[in-house]
């Protein structure tokens, strides 16, 4: 459940964004459809979530359907204390079920002792080699044996991700559900805070898009969501790997 003291205090996420768009009615329809389809059409399916605010929405609204759609979180080792802290919560009190995959530890220890702690700041090169290992290798351990995967991903989100489909089927062998797609960040804060969604309080510290410790910064009135994440790189850079197309 929501902490009403710390969404109803000046400034938390709640009271800056929540402001839902006129079309929210019919979105909102149109994503509980996308989520009914996932699991009737396309089981097994799965929810990544990032435990960010899109996707605390996502698994919300898996729970109140009852969807046999289980969740999966990538635990990189490199999280913020309050992003695990909501995963403990999320695994306490979820309906479905919650996986969490880490990446293979002897990887990690190759990688600081060859690259050192502070890699992901030296090269792009390094840095993607490093999510390789905490998230892309994961990933694919999660996704192995799904017909579908539902993320959080909004058009309104980055340059990256403005077509963003409802469903991109692109790859016959994993579809890939975006029910937020053309949710507004208004949109995201109305939910949460109509139906007391527990979220991440980093979000509260002006943290829109939350990630591993090292690659995320809070962000400045005026900035776009993806400018706290690998802030040091170019704008064309700004992914991981989770949601580029080979």
Not at 75 to 86: D, I, N, V, Y
Request: with cysteine; charged share 25%.
């Amino acid at each position: 459940m929501l902490n009403l003291d710390r969404a109803c205090a000046p400034n938390s996420a709640i009271d800056r964004n929540a402001d839902a768009s006129p079309e929210f009615g019919h979105k909102l329809a149109q994503t509980l459809a996308a989520l009914v389809q996932a699991a009737r059409d396309f089981s097994p399916a799965t929810q990544a979530s990032s435990l960010g605010a899109e996707d605390v929405v996502i698994t919300h609204l898996i729970n109140a359907l009852k969807l046999d759609i289980p969740l999966f979180v990538l635990e990189t080792g490199a999280l913020h204390s309050e992003t695990l802290a909501l995963l403990e919560r999320t695994q306490a009190h979820s309906r479905a079920p919650v996986r969490v995959f880490r990446p293979d530890q002897r990887a990690v220890i190759a990688f600081v002792r060859n690259e050192g702690q502070d890699a992901i700041f030296k090269s792009q090169a390094l840095r993607k080699a490093c999510c390789d290992i905490r998230k892309m290798e994961p990933l694919g351990r999660a996704l192995q044996g799904q017909r579908a995967w539902i993320t959080g991903l909004r058009r309104e989100q980055s340059n990256a991700r403005a077509e963003v489909p409802l469903l991109d089927a692109s790859n016959p062998a994993l579809a890939k559900f975006n029910p937020l797609a053309d949710w507004t960040w208004g949109d995201v804060w109305h939910y949460i805070a109509e139906n007391q969604v527990d979220y991440n309080p980093l979000h509260d510290q002006f943290f829109p898009s939350v990630g591993c410790a090292p690659c995320t910064r809070a962000v400045s009135l005026g900035e776009d969501f993806r400018a706290g994440r690998w802030w040091w790189e170019t704008e064309s850079a700004k992914e991981c790997g989770l949601h580029v197309k080979a």
